[in-house]
């Protein structure tokens, strides 16, 4: 049995672990993107699979940036989120105890009765 040298070890260390590891991790990303989906999805895993070290290269050489997340626009604030705004002005002193309760009363929804 032939043992490895340390010309192999370097190899192995150095070149092809690293490789493996972006490879892999190309197929999840292209697995993974929703902007590749159906054949373009099967024609780079297979590539990737097929011919590694070109179809890498290609991919990192030609891939488009991921596409970025759409911002949801915020709604209107709500009544818990108001009510800390309310105490924020009331700890900056910008609305004394008065105003602070006149406002804190108007955010409570009046109380129904049954009748």
């Not at 991919?59 to 915020?74: D, S």
């Amino acid at each position: 049995m032939n043992d490895l040298s340390t010309t192999d070890w370097i190899v192995l260390v150095v070149i092809t672990l690293p490789f493996v590891v972006v490879w892999v991790g190309t197929i999840v990303e292209v697995v993974r993107r929703p902007d590749l989906r159906g054949l373009r999805a099967v024609v780079w895993v297979g590539a990737l699979l097929l011919f590694p070290v070109v179809a890498v290269a290609a991919h990192v050489i030609v891939r488009r940036p991921r596409p970025k997340a759409v911002e949801v626009p915020a709604g209107p604030p709500t009544r818990a989120e108001r009510f800390v705004e309310l105490a924020e002005r009331r700890q900056a002193g910008q609305i004394d105890d008065d105003a602070f309760r006149a406002e804190a009363a108007a955010l409570v929804p009046a109380a129904q009765t049954s009748g």
